[in-house]
């Protein structure tokens, strides 16, 4: 059985989001993009992976268990099987004895992200939402 790590809960609860949480692909670098409202205020944040090997996303109604357990928390399962199988599909020429970290996200009406990578960092709370940002950047 795959010992669990739990690294980080949203500072909101996803059922009071501003906009569905999004995920963004550059390379080897993924991006969760969250925000929500706290005290009445508009809150962004999002969750940056780095040396992404793997993604996968399933919506809220196909959401395996393993998903749905790591509601509103960014969950780690060490010594994955999707790591393990990944990485013997990829084969020795892409890192020699590595294996990959399997990070597990959920979010209310989005479902569940599951990323291969490096590490992870949280980005900084900023004021606003990403709706409202991209707005700024890309006017309709």
């Not at 749905?68 to 060490?78: A, C, G, M, P, Q």
């Not at 084969?91 to 979010?107: A, E, Q």
Request: charged residues 30%; hydrophobic residues 35%; proline residues 4%.
């Amino acid at each position: 059985m795959s010992k669990i790590i739990r690294h980080y809960e949203l500072p909101a609860p996803s059922t009071d989001t501003v906009s569905e949480a999004t995920l963004s692909l550059d390379g080897a670098k993924a991006l969760i993009r969250f925000d929500y409202y706290r005290d009445g205020l508009a809150k962004r944040s999002g969750l940056l992976f780095k040396g992404v090997v793997s993604t996968q996303h399933c919506s809220e109604k196909c959401s395996t268990s393993r998903q749905t357990k790591s509601f509103d928390v960014l969950r780690e399962i060490v010594d994955s099987e999707w790591a393990k199988k990944t990485c013997e599909i990829i084969g020795s020429s892409y890192r020699k004895n590595f294996l990959p970290r399997h990070f597990v996200f959920y979010f209310d009406s989005v479902g569940g992200f599951e990323i291969l990578a490096d590490d992870f960092e949280v980005l900084p709370e900023e004021d606003g939402s990403w709706e409202e940002l991209n707005n700024v950047l890309m006017p309709i």
